[in-house]
């Protein structure tokens, strides 16, 4: 998968003018628009055309950002960007638990959002890694990175968010590593999504519900105290 030329942004805000900026601004730096004020009409923005990342504000009339968010995770692996006027960090947190993949508090500059979706768009244009690997296998498992899939022992096709996609990716080419937060959060992101340390917990906590037997009593991710994170298995590169 490439990174489309002129990528299609779905902007979900009902502050008119706000949504006015920001459609504006990413019109002018090669972004293709939909705007829509509610939950009813980005699920119709949806259906009419492929999407290539949603902006999506935390509160809304009627049904808000995180139960869409939710929503849209059970059927969509499409990347969304979480806008929050919130400061606390709670709010950040239940967005990435839920699926989102960055988030951007208000206000905001739209420059710093731009690069956001860029920075988004590029994790998840590869069609293999920095070392022409396009698969990594570990024990029966298979991250497919041309496909950016995870793929089961048994074969199913596991749904994985861009960032816990990338997360995993930068795991499996450093197995036996101790990798701190820190670390993880420049492989990552490079930082796009500021120091946000708590964002890599989230994410761990997401992939370890998805390919450990027991999350609870993880052996695939381990956390290493004071340390940060240790992937166990051994993985083999194709």
């Given at each position: ?86 400061a606390e960090e709670i709010d950040r947190i239940v967005g990435l638990e839920i ?57 199913a096709r596991i749904a994985v968010t861009g960032a816990e996609f990338d997360l ?9 590593r101790v990798l701190s937060r820190d670390q993880l959060l420049d492989l990552t ?50």
């Open positions: 998968m490439t990174q489309p030329a002129t990528p299609h942004i779905l902007v979900v805000e009902d502050d008119r003018e706000i949504s006015a900026l920001v459609a504006r601004y990413l019109r002018a730096n090669a972004c293709r628009v939909t705007v829509a004020g509610d939950g009813v009409a980005m699920e119709q923005a949806l259906r009419e055309a492929r999407v290539d990342l949603v902006v999506l504000d935390l509160m809304l009339p009627g049904e808000d950002g995180l139960s869409l968010c939710r929503r849209l995770r059970t059927t969509s692996t499409v990347p969304v960007l979480m806008l929050t006027a919130k699926g989102a993949d960055d988030y951007l508090g208000k206000p905001f500059n739209p420059r710093e959002l731009l690069a956001r979706i860029r920075a988004i768009l590029r994790r998840g244009s590869g069609a293999e890694d920095e070392t022409g690997v396009r698969r990594l296998h570990f024990l029966d498992w298979t991250l497919d990175v041309s496909l950016r899939q995870l793929v089961s022992p048994e074969g995993l990716h930068a795991l499996c080419l450093r197995p036996g992101q490079g930082r796009a999504a500021g120091p946000f340390e708590r964002s890599i917990d989230v994410l761990i906590s997401r992939i370890r519900q998805k390919i450990e037997r027991d999350p609870r009593s993880p052996e695939i991710i381990r956390t290493i105290r004071s340390g940060g994170y240790l992937f166990t298995p051994e993985v083999t590169r194709a």
